[in-house]
């Protein structure tokens, strides 16, 4: 067991430096600079706070300047930087298919009115039902979850929503290349089980389908509880009246019990943390399209989007012993009890990456910097995700240094904070394709005294594109 321990080390070893000189590859302007910093975040001792502490780190061997510089200043090549992402080993489900989470999480910037392409973003309050809208940028994620219940994710893209973007059109358009990023990876071929990808509420979950449909991929959406759908169309009958087929059935309420009707799955599955989960499943339901909204500029008759639909209702919650039914929409029709089960406990996992969002906000300083310019946040963006990303494949490899306090963690189990902790040892062993960095003196600077003449100028947040609401406001603006 020991030789083949020392083998599986050898070989995350052999990944993690591989990946470190890909990551080195891919930056065309300030590539020292920006490494260095990449490594700073990973072996800081706490979390980041601020860009210039970084530079006080043993690992960062240049000024505070130079980091200012490639940062505003550096470039990398993001393609080639996905695709290397995609190339790593990806986690699977338990019975061995890839199950993706797309979600949107925002860098607030309320008090920078000179940063441009900030938009509205919904931020949850502490109480129940309280909400906000402060501006900032949305950066929408997609990562691969694990089994289990786990702190860990592995981030494979990121993309900032800006004031003339769609986001279900922007978000499409990212699964897709997320995907065929997979494929072209050799991570998922023909006669293997299809993609997973989950999302939340805020998705057009129908529209995603048909966009995406014809892609190796399966999705699950969760929706509101105020929503109506709509059964499969009787069998036409003729008439002597004449009339074309139906193409809807009755009602499916999800807040009136008196309109559903008996459900074609059920099961009871007893969990560890919620207690009994029940689930019931509809299958072949679809909702009411209309020519509105991301439909507006479909031509033909609106096509009807049948799917499974999912009641998910958990004796309780951590803190919560009465906690309320959740509704998933599935694009699978006909899924039987085992194919359910893995839909919904699919979706459980996708809060594993709330976990990622909190790990490189308040411990990586995702959104500490107070850049102002949207170019240098994506740079920012895009270095916090490869410092994920090395902790990730640092995981088989870290010791656990605890704190007096803490309770010892399993093999292999270690949080990504610990797995931080650790890095600076594990950087030694790494590939370290940073050169020295030569001596050098600061610049002038601006002459003491003299009045800044190029002030930056003020931008309004928000949308800059807004959709037309009816069919015809959309035809007379098209002409």
């Known amino acids: 067991m020991s030789v083949l321990d020392d083998a599986a080390r050898v070989e995350s070893l052999s990944v993690l430096s591989c990946f470190r000189e890909d990551f080195h590859a891919c930056l065309s302007r300030r590539a020292d600079a920006l490494f260095e910093l990449t490594d700073a975040v990973l072996c800081a001792d706490g979390p980041v706070t601020s860009l210039v502490d970084l530079t006080l780190v043993a690992e960062h061997q240049r000024g505070h300047g130079a980091m200012y510089d490639a940062l505003n200043c550096g470039r990398l090549q993001v393609e080639r930087l996905r695709r290397s992402l995609a190339s790593l080993p990806l986690p699977r489900a338990a019975d061995g298919r890839i199950v993706l989470a797309v979600d949107v999480s925002p860098w607030l910037r309320p008090d920078a009115p000179t940063s441009a ?20 940028w949305p950066y929408s994620f997609v990562a691969a979850l694990e089994t289990g219940r786990t702190s860990w994710t592995a981030l494979l893209d990121a993309v900032r929503l800006g004031p003339a973007d769609d986001a279900t059109a922007v978000t499409a358009a990212q699964l897709r290349e997320v995907v065929d990023r997979i494929i ?98 509809w299958d072949r339901m679809h909702p009411r399209l209309t020519h509105r909204g991301p439909w507006l500029d479909h031509e033909g008759d609106l096509p009807v989007l049948h799917g499974t639909l999912i009641r998910l209702r958990v004796e309780y919650l951590p803190g919560d012993r009465d906690p309320k039914p959740v509704w998933l929409w599935s694009s699978v029709t006909g899924a039987s009890a085992g194919l359910v089960d893995v839909f919904w406990q699919a979706f459980l996992r996708r809060f594993d990456l709330e976990h990622t969002f909190r790990m490189i906000k308040q411990t990586l300083g995702w959104t500490r910097p107070k850049v102002r310019e949207p170019d240098t946040a994506d740079r920012w963006t895009w270095l916090v995700i490869i410092a994920h990303t090395q902790l990730r494949l640092a995981r088989p490899l870290a010791e656990d240094l605890r704190r007096p306090w803490e309770k010892p963690a399993e093999p292999g189990r270690l949080t990504p904070a610990r797995v931080r902790r650790g890095f600076r040892n594990l950087r030694a062993k790494t590939a370290r394709p940073a050169a020295a960095p030569k001596p050098s003196r600061p610049g002038p600077g601006r002459p003491t005294g003299s009045k800044n003449r190029r002030r930056a100028p003020n931008h309004d947040v928000g949308k800059t594109v807004k959709r037309d609401l009816s069919i015809a406001e959309h035809k007379n603006r098209a002409g």
Request: with cysteine; glycine share 10%; charged share 25%.
């Open 117 to 136: 392409e900030r938009l509205f973003c919904h931020v949850y309050g502490r109480a129940k039902s309280n909400s906000q809208f402060i501006p900032g």
């Open 184 to 281: 072209a990876a050799g991570h998922w071929s023909d006669g293997d089980p299809d993609i997973l990808i989950v999302m939340d509420a805020g998705y057009d979950v129908t529209r995603l389908a048909f966009v995406l449909t014809d892609l190796p991929v399966e999705l699950v959406g969760r929706l509101r509880s105020d929503r109506v759908l709509l059964r499969p169309a009787p069998p036409h009958r003729y008439s002597p009246k004449g009339g074309r087929p139906r193409k809807h059935g009755g009602t499916f309420t999800l807040a009136k019990s008196d309109t559903w009707h008996e459900p074609e799955v059920a099961t009871v599955t007893d969990t560890t943390r919620y207690g009994k989960a029940e689930a019931m499943a």
